[in-house]
């Protein structure tokens, strides 16, 4: 089956990726519409442009963020402890405080 449109050489094979308004994907996401535009600027996020002005959000890039910020509960019968001990912590490593302090000087958080 062609999907091409008659008389055009434009392929709809790939344009089936249902999106959504930015403001739609910040409700969802319960965050500000300013923080969607960062996320998507930095690649947390895919959109695609509509007309001049207007950016959409995939849906699936969305469920793909969602499963990659889940936070997976600890076994409570577990006796490891639930969350890293400080050295292990890898919030205290000198490349996540470098990787922070770029991403303040470039603006995103």
Known sequence: ???KHPGSEIDTTSMHRPSLRVKQ?????????????KLIHTG?????????HHLRIFSDSLRDYQERQKVIAANPHSQ????P????????????RN?????????VI
């Open 80 to 83: 490891t402890p639930s969350h």
């Open 44 to 52: 947390f996020l895919e959109a695609h442009h509509v007309g001049n």
């Open 85 to 96: 001990t400080r050295k292990d912590n890898p919030w205290r490593s000198n490349a996540h």
């Open 25 to 37: 994907a910040a409700e969802l996401l319960q965050i500000s519409i300013s923080t969607v535009y």
């Open 1 to 3: 089956m062609n999907d």
């Open 99 to 107: 990787a922070l302090a770029l991403l303040k000087q470039a603006g």
